[in-house]
């Protein structure tokens, strides 16, 4: 893989406490950076699958509501119910 240079502005306090943590721990801060950079870039891509995930869970629950045959209940029956598959539970 071809390398390239990333230069950026940092404040010198900054820096000074990054490398010396990097030191601390026996890496070089190069290695963390690029680390970091990766660890971004997953979680930015796991953000948006998560996100196209949910907008099609919700896109499903709207078509299935829209329904004709789509059964709603109220609030109060729900936690009715809820209550009573929970007591046989509890000591």
Same mark, same amino acid.
């Given at each position: ?24 721990? $026996? ?7 690029? $680390? ?8 930015? &891509?796991?953000?948006?699958?998560? $996100? ?14 829209? &329904?004709? $045959? ?14 009573? &598959? &929970? ?5």
């Amino acid at each position: 893989m071809a390398e390239t240079t990333f230069t950026f502005r940092v404040d010198e306090a900054l820096k000074a406490e990054f490398v010396e943590a990097a030191k601390a721990h $026996d890496r070089p801060a190069s290695i963390l950076l690029r $680390d970091f950079m990766r660890d971004y870039i997953k979680q930015s &891509r796991d953000s948006a699958e998560h $996100d196209r995930w949910f907008r099609a869970e919700v896109e499903q629950g709207l078509r299935e509501a829209d &329904r004709a $045959d789509a059964v709603f209940h109220d609030a109060e029956t729900v936690f009715q119910e809820l209550g009573k &598959r &929970r007591a046989p539970r509890r000591p």
